[in-house]
């Protein structure tokens, strides 16, 4: 190998996917919460990288203790609230770690109603949507940011898609009645002022998660980044925590099956749902007024 | 190649995964029905395999179409009845077709309860299990079958496991109290004497899911295979039309953390979720008296 | 719940997904096998499902704690003779043990040829595929099928499709030169006696993909069920120990890109690699005058 | 809705996934490139997010059209290439797209060696690695990476870790000796001049596949941490077009297992391969001098 003279750059590193599972059973009626865990820490371990001295590495293996003793002592009540509890731990226990990113996703479970004995302690998983949520410390600041993925939303009608530029190789026919289908992946930053002052983060995740499903309902859309657009700034207005949503939506194309073929009419009744490619729209609604926070985003998917 | 003398044994061929999707919009208030259909033939297509003759080929393209026109000119109503459809076709229209196997999954949506213009036609991806459907011609007789898969369950409490052989290479603790977690996947098999009085296949999937529900949270667990029994039990009992239920269970390990270690307590509240290995438990239920039916099992996942 | 009559059907029981990685480091040149593995037992261990009685129940846990001891008394070797002495070990150890099935996934590494101090004990993942095995101990037999999965394959010419009758339903076009993709599985059966003499199930292994590939690269086709059936026959040509083949085979679509709206020809050169649905072909080969052997294939799946 | 002032922040838009294959047909001897091509504009394209309005909207279907016809056009060559060329059409075709991602991955396929008919035009995929690359357009500058993802190595020794906090929650014992196994994915940004002046991008590819391969196998390590860095020095040692380097490598954890329970030895023959959590190690190297290029890594994924 030849000389070359080379630097360390931006770096981080920690445990990803804890699978935590903490029961409440402080009633014979329990709850559970079910979270998937990244710890990740920043900081000066240099040495790490160059000469493999660990004397600075807080080992993954202890982060992960780490992450399951402060299910018992902290206990979850929220991702976002269970997070900043991990990211003050670690930045304050260790000079050397200036920074990180605590990641988590959260699965929702609902009571099984059995109306029998064990209803109290039993539950069947919900699958609708995946809850995410991250803390990031960077620059001396602290960042909250709640997520959702996977809410996956169908209109059979009510939207539209004509109007856009015909080139040589535009062969799509515009159309004012489609099926409009996504997943939507949504991350909203919390004004750094409501951190402060406390937030209701579960109040938030559920009527978030209600107003987008609302707005894309009704929403009479004429495309996709529309209907984005409208989801986003009625986040935004439903809730005074927020101060942006940025959105991944996949176009999930439903193309109306061609049944004329075989004599048959198809009046927007029968759809092949296709995989491959997607349409893919992202974007990010701000409120206005408040002050970019870049560092809130650092390493974080850019949209998804 | 050496000079070898073989046969062609048993085959069947078609299209997997027609992604069907079946808006009913016969009022504003318009319904979906979303499906993954898979169609296969048996018969005698001998030919195909040992010199590429396709004259009896029914093109796993044509197959295909047929999945979308039958969608517009029969409905879907219930997976069961639109899989019967396409099996009758097939194994009709072509004297050399004597036998094949439909299945498909099918999605829930719920409707989008806005309250505004677009409640009538928006919907949102369920995602608590995925149902399951087949029907198989073979030996001259129809066989359906309904099931459900991905119906992920837990308990955090109620299950117990004790009293197993120690061996030389036994190192689990016994416990009176652990978390018993599992993904069912069901298959009932219907009566052939119900199918031809004609079933409520839809009522039949609610019933069995939530008596499958009702049942893994009431039964205080000594064994998954003893819920799996009582699930598979409670089932037949709900519903005459059944002949028989197989199940497969993975047996979702959630280890107690320990945090003794630490020290700190840890009562039933702190659990890692494990990936792998898992417990796999497999087994069936059938219903006194009647006849088994090996065919209608033929080529299907045995147990999932 | 009424009452009902209902009795226990066929069942099995294990540990699934056991990740071993064993090591050989007999000298400085470090081997390396990396398997997968299930183990489930059948026997007369009703009282568990019945009763939650588990008296008879080896547990899961003790199982994949064998797989690890056994890993070290025993080796691998091949994935066929590991899954031999665990059967072997469990069907004897336990007398109303009387059957089971035990399954493997085998995945390839190759060295890294660095030339320098880390070759004898480096490795990169291959990736070409997964082998199969799995041992299956049923009416008093033991059955032995080795296998590949994901062995994914395309020629860009050599194929055709046409001569397929044309129904209501066909709207598609005949060609005499197409891409065939397909991701081939596959499981040999051997013979019995071949078992008992011993066997090289590496050597077969390595033998048997050379061959398929060979095969299917060397057959102008003319349908997808030919070509099967023409790497089938090779395989029990190539090696006298493999009674029977099985396979399931999808066509891996990949459409002509229509061109011509541009201006532009497009000779067999621009393709669309689809992703579903897809063609899906399954058959088996056999060699003459062997002896059916159901039992070999109960509960495992079907082709695949 | 209340009524909230809100803005359009960051955006981009097009379609995702875009499955091409390209076969070279110019001789009986046939070459196959394999790609997932990502498309996405940048620009003044608000109108159709705040009012629906598409006149600028170069629809996601045109783009994936302009994939094909540019595969027949241009031809593939290497990721790199076609990306650029892409890039460049649509940031000059249409004045208001300014900038834009373009994404691909690359599947390999290794030539079926039959000796027969069918050698010059079959394939098998290779499954080792998947390659990766990214053009970025922002700002008016151009960004070309590679990357590779997937390339998953395991040293069976020469790997220690020790010399790292002990805190209370640290419970991992030191070792000199274990199992590192990571799936490397690994992005280079090529030096904006090197771009200019013409790089064989293909060649570059292999080299630092090469060149990661046997600085995994050569280092002596004391942390994936310093695995990665002489991974990553070793790659822009080895390339001059290479400005700098970014990586995600997992520490897929092989625990050895613990047999002393059944009175076996365990010397570094036996491990359990675990899935989650993992260790999660991400850094860059950088090569001295070089101007950073924080454009480059717009919304791509931070270190993966």
Redesign the interface.
């Known amino acids: ?25 402080d009633s014979p009626r ?1 709850e ?1 919460e ?1 979270l998937c865990v ?1 710890s ?1 820490l920043r900081g000066d ?1 240099d040495g ?15 982060q ?3 992450v ?2 402060f ?3 902290h206990g979850v009540r929220s991702p976002e609230q269970f997070l900043q509890a991990l990211a003050g731990h670690f930045t304050t ?2 000079d050397w770690i200036d920074g990180g990113l605590w990641q988590a996703e959260q699965y929702a ?2 009571r ?1 109603a ?6 109290d ?9 995946t809850r995410l949520a991250a803390v990031q410390v960077s620059g001396g600041e602290t960042h909250v940011t709640g997520g959702v993925k ?9 939207s539209e ?5 015909k ?6 026919p515009e159309t004012t009645d489609r ?1 409009m289908a996504t997943s939507v992946t949504g991350r909203w930053r919390y004004l750094p002022e409501a951190v402060e002052a406390g937030i209701d983060y579960n109040g938030v995740y559920d009527e978030v998660c209600r107003v987008l ?2 707005r ?8 996709l ?2 209907t ?2 409208e989801m ?3 986040a ?3 809730r005074p925590e927020l101060a ?1 949503v ?1 959105f991944a939506m ?2 999930k194309h ?1 193309f109306i ?1 061609d ?1 004329a ?2 004599g ?26 408040v002050a970019d926070a870049p560092g809130a985003w ?6 998804v």
Chains 1, 2, 3, 4 share one sequence.
């Open positions: 190998m030849s000389d070359v003279s080379v630097r360390l750059g931006p770096n981080k590193y920690g445990k990803a996917e804890v699978r935590l599972v903490r029961i409440t059973r329990h559970i079910d990244t990740q371990v790490s990288f160059l000469t493999g001295d660990n004397s600075r590495i807080v080992a993954t293996d202890t992960k203790n780490t399951f003793a299910a018992k002592t226990e260790f479970w609902d099984i059995s109306g029998g004995p064990g209803e302690h039993s539950f069947v998983r919900s699958g609708r949507a996977d809410l996956t939303v169908l209109k059979s009608t009510g898609f004509w109007g856009y530029p080139t040589e190789f535009t062969t799509l099926i499903l609302d894309f309902a009704d929403v009479h859309s004429l495309a980044q529309q984005l657009y986003g700034k009625a935004i207005a439903a942006e940025r996949p176009n439903h099956y049944l073929r075989f048959l009419e198809n009046d927007g009744e029968v759809f092949i749902a296709d995989d491959r490619p997607y349409g893919l729209i992202e974007g990010s609604v701000i409120r206005d007024g650092l390493e974080l998917p850019s949209f």
